[in-house]
């Protein structure tokens, strides 16, 4: 079973910087990463398929990056409404499809 | 416009059994593979069963595996799961969502409201 890892658990940041979360699988998927974003009592959204691939919708500020264990998703000039809790997800290798524990994206 | 609507939770007692049902529009639903997904209070998300276009193939997280059903009904754009045995530890909020574009990998890209299922005597 591939386990998934994101770090840090809380990340602070102030309104108009950059946010890097981080996410590791236990054991390589190549590209088969998914980010969601999910606000308190919402649905999780998603961000990004495919490691680096904007989902509909998704403003150009939210980025993915990486391959094989280890992923990125960076988030420019944070705005008000990208505090959230984030989510990698993979979709290698399954079942399981398994989620990262997530990162809690909160306002320095 | 594209939506999932999950509906049937509710407050189960230990050992009983619960159906969940999500109602799919706006979208050829037998295109596409579904996921029930769930989170428990405070906790993080939890991949719980997927199916396939027709339902001939599903899988199951070993949590569940045994003692959930996932199926379809695609004359009725309709998801289901079969809750038995229910425990404690089921209790949460249940989504369905789509994966996106073809195939079993890919994002998970609608999802529906929730529905909570809490386990409780």
């Known amino acids: 079973e591939i386990v998934m890892t994101q770090s840090p658990a809380t990340l602070s940041v102030s309104p108009g910087e950059r946010a890097t979360l981080s996410c590791r699988a236990s054991?390589?998927?190549?590209?088969?990463l998914a980010w969601y974003q999910q606000k308190p009592g919402q649905a999780p959204r998603l961000l990004i398929y495919?490691?680096?691939t904007r989902a509909t919708g998704i403003p150009a500020r939210f980025s993915g990056s990486g391959s094989g264990t280890e992923f990125t998703l960076t988030i420019s000039s944070l705005q008000s409404e990208d505090f959230a809790v984030y989510y990698c997800q993979h979709y290698n290798n399954w079942p399981p499809y398994s989620f990262g524990q997530g990162t809690k994206l909160e306002i320095k | 416009q594209v939506q999932l609507v999950e509906s049937g939770g509710g407050v189960v007692q230990p050992g009983r059994s619960l159906r969940l049902s999500c109602a799919a529009s706006g979208f050829t639903f037998s295109r596409y593979v579904l996921h029930w997904v769930r989170q428990a209070p405070g906790k993080g998300l939890e991949w719980v069963a997927l199916i396939s276009y027709d339902g001939s193939d599903k899988y199951y997280a070993d949590s569940v595996k045994g003692r959930f059903t996932i199926s379809r009904d695609n004359s009725k754009n309709t998801l289901y799961v079969q809750m038995n045995s229910l425990r404690a530890e089921d209790t949460a909020v249940y989504y369905c969502?789509?994966?996106?574009?073809?195939?079993?990998?890919?994002?998970?890209?609608?999802w529906g409201q929730g529905t909570t299922v809490t386990v409780s005597s």
């Open positions: 969502a789509r994966v996106y574009g073809s195939g079993y990998g890919g994002g998970m890209d609608v």
């Open positions: 054991q390589s998927i190549y590209i088969n």
């Open positions: 495919g490691a680096s």
